[in-house]
């Protein structure tokens, strides 16, 4: 009898162990399904409904996503993110790059170099895009304080012009992220097997052939694993671009993210918000599904 006793309390454990992280997860995995892939479809909804001001629920069709793109402030988000987001990509992946490749070279400093590399990623999108506001306004960023340095002709006006105002987004973009791609790149180059380095340099090659040649492409996940993260974080920008510009001057800075909430909550156009949010979702899986594929495939072999 109390064999079998111990031999039952001995199936329950067993079983409690198999049962217990599927019941400590399903609380946060059915919330997840509530507050993300819920919403994902009641958005999906109501980009086909005729809601404005407040949701409906009856069905229009395609009607709104005909709406979207006849909007010509939506042709322009959509420029303004492929030239933010190709800038924006380019500029932080290279700049991470040769940041981490500087660090790698064991120098004195490289703990406090890599804080102070990372802490801008420690600020938020709205903190930074106030602080590089107040940098680049003409009236008293950097602006007046070279001309007070005696260089009256020198004019940086580039957030009031309408045609170079993105570019101020993309800067302070690139020296938010540009630390988080370095501790990446760095994370990768010391993974890196130090035998086939020293084998290329016995064969004598320089440091530039080494680098190009034999840790750059070891780089490829790291490299993938960045341009996947900065592009949708392109993709979603909001928080920056209302600290900085405003979406301003004009329409000038327009995103996605700006468009779809200023139709959704300031124009009475949810509709029209939630076609553009949509739109957003699939040009994000259009980059993450690609992706994902390719490592689970990866993954296999």
Known sequence: MGKSGCTGHGALLARLQVHLPKLVLSPSV?????????????????????????????????????????????????????????????????????????LDQRIRAEGGLRALYLYPMA?????????????LNP?????????????????????VDPDMAIYTVVIAAIWQTSGFVMAMFLAGLRGIDSELIHAAMLDGASMVQIYRRVIIPQLRPAFLSAVIVLSHMAIKNYDLVIALTGGGPGNATELPATFMYSYTFNRNQMGVGAASAIVMLMIIASVMVPYLFAESKGGQR
């Open 30 to 102: 059915a919330l997840v399904l509530l507050f993300v892939y819920g919403f994902i479809l009641w958005t999906a909804y109501l980009s086909v409904s005729t809601s404005r001001m407040l949701p409906t629920y009856e069905f229009a069709g395609l009607a709104q996503y005909a709406k979207l793109w006849s909007l010509p402030t939506w042709h322009l988000a959509l420029r303004n993110l492929f030239l933010f987001a190709l800038l924006y990509i380019a500029f932080c992946v290279g700049l991470g790059l040769l940041l981490a490749i500087a």
């Open 139 to 159: 009236g008293l960023g950097l602006e007046k304080t070279v001309r007070a340095w005696g260089f009256s002709d020198f004019t940086f006006d580039w957030i």
């Open 123 to 135: 600020i938020s999108f709205i903190v930074a895009g106030t602080a590089w506001k107040w940098i």
